[in-house]
């Protein structure tokens, strides 16, 4: 892997949260995982144990499907420039495996596995009208 140097005037984020990566230089590997279980319910009541273990839950442990390479895929890289130069950069928010990276790597192997519940007292389908 080619190394540069990473010049970046200003960054800012508002929120970084759930395994999200600012990652400024190089690296040779980055692989944030996040296992997320999102409850919702129609009156905020909770006893804190929910959820003791994600595993009861298919998402978690299923493989992931992952595309199938058929095209032979080269690449070649001419760095002009031995600095990698960046005014500035605002996010809102980085979240769920995902990251924010200024320089070179050679891996990234981002995985987010997102499992919503949503529990109401009434039918939410049901018109009042």
């Not at 040779?28 to 804190?48: C, G, H, M, V």
């Amino acid at each position: 892997m080619y190394s540069r140097s990473s010049l970046v005037n200003w960054i800012y984020v508002t929120s970084l949260d759930s395994s999200g990566t600012v990652q400024i230089g190089d690296s040779n590997q980055i692989t944030p995982e996040t296992k997320i279980y999102a409850l919702q319910r129609e009156q905020p009541i909770f006893d804190s144990n929910e959820v003791e273990d994600l595993s009861q839950f298919p998402i978690y442990s299923q493989p992931l499907p992952l595309p199938l390479l058929t095209e032979d895929v080269r690449q070649t890289t001419i760095h002009e420039h031995p600095i990698i130069k960046v005014g500035s950069i605002h996010v809102t928010g980085i979240a769920a495996s995902s990251v924010l990276h200024v320089g070179s790597t050679k891996f990234i192997r981002s995985e987010a596995r997102v499992k919503h519940n949503r529990e109401y007292f009434s039918d939410p389908n049901d018109d009042e009208d």
